[in-house]
């Protein structure tokens, strides 16, 4: 393991949470706390901080592992040169950047704290900014709409770190995860089943005009709180526009991929439903535009979707950004019909 792929139990796709009351943990006082038993190796201290995600992946063995992997790549901490707190949804992540006796620059620690001040995600890594994309201009040359209707709650979108965790990855630079909202809420009931999350069975279009690139199906959506490393986008479809222009839509349901390869399809077609497959630890839509068809080697584009509605108000042209809640207006949906 290399220390840039330092990282320890969170989602890498999304890390998302149920709509909840504003955080009021003192997250600065208890990401100092953890790290300092993390440090310590007081593993037994630590664990009753972890919530039932994180329990479920992080044991005391996994945690030992873990810290002697730290130890012996970075050494030990010498000097901390900045601490702060950034507020994701209802969520407070704990960031320390430090330096270490074995390396030449700096470190970020950091602790994802649910509004009960339980652990949520935890990483130790170099500090992720965002990627230098040629591409920060771009205008996209194809008609898009939102790739669903109702109303979505955009968790990851912007072209910074702060709101997008996919904007340190080349071919993600711009992506967007998204989950329907209703009332404000993301889910009904405790979280532990897919169908408890609204955005679960929900119809996944195609953003503009295409043919289908790629098509998969079959994998199983996972049981919400794991995830499918083997496969990152789980069941998923890539439509190519033309133009160098191809659409990201992943974490399809299992068995609703209604497209294969070669189709042609149309703006507001169904290509299958929102699930919970692959790398991700809750049902919701990836999607992200790109000039190949390839998750990896490819350059991420910004995309600009048409005639949508971002917080009730109207938007021409535009990237919608995170905590925005998005749909299509009835009039475009009724043309898109």
């Known amino acids: 393991m290399h220390v840039r792929d330092f990282l320890a139990a969170t989602a890498v796709c999304a890390v998302l949470a149920p709509h909840a009351p504003a955080a009021t943990v003192d ?3 208890r990401g ?5 038993l993390f440090y310590g190796r007081e593993f037994e201290q630590l664990m009753p901080h972890f919530g039932p995600q994180m329990a479920s992946v992080m044991k005391l063995e996994t945690l030992n592992t873990f810290r002697d992997q730290v130890e012996a790549q970075l050494g030990p901490e010498t000097e901390v040169q900045d601490e702060r707190v950034v507020v994701q949804d209802s969520f407070q992540v704990y960031s320390r950047l430090s330096m270490f006796e074995k390396q030449a620059r700096p ?3 950091s602790w994802t704290l649910s509004p009960s001040g339980k652990v949520a995600g935890f990483h130790v890594r170099p500090p992720q900014g965002e990627y230098p994309s040629p591409f920060l201009d771009y205008k996209v040359k194809t008609a898009l709409r939102l790739p669903f ?8 979108g912007g072209r910074t770190i702060t709101q997008n965790q996919h904007a340190s990855i080349r071919a993600q630079r711009f992506a967007y995860d998204l989950a329907r909202s209703q009332d404000g809420k993301t889910l009904s009931g405790d979280g532990k089943k897919n169908e408890d999350y609204f955005a679960f069975g929900q119809p ?4 503009g005009a295409g043919k289908v690139a790629v098509a998969v199906d079959g994998l199983a959506d996972n049981v919400p709180g794991t995830m499918d490393k083997e496969h990152l986008a789980g069941n998923h479809v890539v439509v190519d526009h033309g133009n160098g222009e191809f659409s990201f839509l992943a974490h399809l349901k299992q068995g609703s991929v209604a497209v294969k390869v070669g189709d ?3 703006a507001g077609q169904k290509l299958g439903l929102c699930g919970n497959s692959g790398n991700t630890d809750q049902p919701h839509l990836h999607y992200h535009l790109a000039n190949a068809a ?7 584009l910004p995309a600009q979707f048409q005639n949508y509605v971002a917080d009730g108000k109207p938007i021409e042209l535009g ?3 995170q905590g925005q809640l998005i749909g299509m207006p009835a009039a475009a949906l009724k043309a898109a019909r």
């Open 32 to 36: 100092r706390e953890l790290t300092k």
């Open 107 to 109: 470190i970020e620690t």
């Open 319 to 321: 990237e919608p950004v």
């Open 264 to 266: 042609k399809v149309k």
């Open 204 to 207: 996944i279009l195609s953003p």
């Open 27 to 29: 997250a600065m006082a």
């Open 149 to 156: 209707e109702g109303e979505w709650r955009v968790f990851w």
């Open 294 to 300: 390839d998750l990896v080697n490819a350059d991420g």
